[in-house]
């Protein structure tokens, strides 16, 4: 794919690519978004460095990709729930997204995509990694393919306990979805499970859907399929939760490591 209106510099030759040449704070010309929208299709996730953004500007860059999504149970800032917060520090029992997953996918409609901004990061480490699960599906036998894309699979939230005394936005959501989706802008099959949030696959014994689930989340955490991006301050990465999954690493106790996610809304995943 050629650019005319910004640069693009792949991270892997399977996942992620780093644009270069735009300035989010400043409104973006209709060219300049179309290929910022192809680079993303093309890549999965990608990634903006140096970007002083207000959270106004943030939510403005996410708003131009569709409608914005309310986490079920996370903190948020400036008293708006669109501006998820991302923070760990010494106090932290936990990091946020610790494990393999996709964002709500628990969610009818889950987030089509997510907008991380990081305003503080820590001196060594917080590498966020993402998996491609379009390469995840392509990498399985036919047999395998043929089998998963006649099944569905139950996702559910439990964010108990997770957030402290912070209050939830909604009660935690539960949702059946194929667990092979169709991509509905690439058309591109990718496979639809993580550890997170898919409890068993409908129509399995339990045992079956336990030994299936175990195979596919091992599958995915292949390092074929995955990049790792390394923060800095102000730097932005911004994955599409349909085809990708991923994990932040929590290496840097005590150091803090924090900033804003917005959210994009979703459609019913189908196959
Ligand atoms: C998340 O949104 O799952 C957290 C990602 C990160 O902090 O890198």
Same mark, same amino acid.
């Given at each position: 794919m050629n650019y005319q209106y910004i640069r693009v510099e792949p991270? %892997?030759? %399977?996942?992620? $690519? %780093?644009?270069?040449?735009?300035d989010l704070s400043r409104p973006l010309d209709d060219e300049t978004f179309d290929e910022i929208h192809q680079a993303w299709m093309e890549h999965l996730v990608v990634?903006?460095? #140096?970007?002083? &953004?207000t959270p106004e500007q943030h939510l403005e860059f996410g708003r131009r990709f569709g409608p914005l999504h309310i986490h079920p !149970? !996370?903190?948020?800032?400036?008293?708006?729930? +669109?501006?998820?917060?991302?923070? %760990? =520090?010494?106090? /932290?029992q936990r990091n946020?997204? !610790?494990?393999?997953? /996709? =964002?709500?996918?628990? #969610? +009818? +409609?889950?987030?089509?995509? /997510?907008?991380?901004?990081?305003?503080?990061?820590?001196a060594k480490g917080g590498d966020t990694l993402f998996a491609n699960m379009y390469a995840?599906? @392509? !990498?399985?036998?036919?047999?395998?393919?043929?089998?998963? $894309?006649?099944?569905? $699979?139950?996702?559910? $939230? @439990?964010?108990?306990? &997770?957030? *402290?005394?912070?209050k939830p936005q909604r009660a935690f959501p539960q949702s059946t979805h194929p667990v092979i989706r169709a991509h509905p802008v690439t058309a591109k099959k990718a496979l639809y499970v993580n550890s997170g949030f898919t409890r068993r696959i409908e129509g399995l014994t339990a045992a079956e859907s336990? *030994?299936?689930?175990?195979? &596919?989340? +091992?599958?995915i955490r292949n390092p074929a399929f995955q990049c790792r991006f390394q923060w800095r301050q102000n730097s932005i990465a911004m994955w599409d939760n349909r085809c990708t999954q991923h994990l932040a690493v929590w290496d840097y106790f005590p150091d803090t490591r924090s900033g804003i996610r917005v959210t994009v809304k979703g459609d019913r995943p189908f196959c």
């Open positions: 991270l %892997t030759p %399977t996942i992620g $690519a %780093t644009i270069h040449g735009v990634f903006f460095r #140096d970007q002083e &953004l !149970a !996370a903190p948020y800032v400036h008293d708006n729930p +669109e501006l998820m917060q991302i923070h %760990t =520090d010494r106090h /932290s946020n997204g !610790a494990g393999w997953h /996709s =964002d709500v996918s628990a #969610d +009818e +409609e889950p987030p089509l995509g /997510s907008i991380l901004h990081l305003h503080q990061v820590p995840a599906y @392509d !990498a399985l036998s036919g047999p395998m393919q043929a089998w998963l $894309a006649g099944l569905n $699979a139950v996702h559910r $939230a @439990d964010y108990a306990g &997770l957030y *402290g005394d912070h336990r *030994g299936l689930l175990q195979f &596919l989340f +091992e599958h």
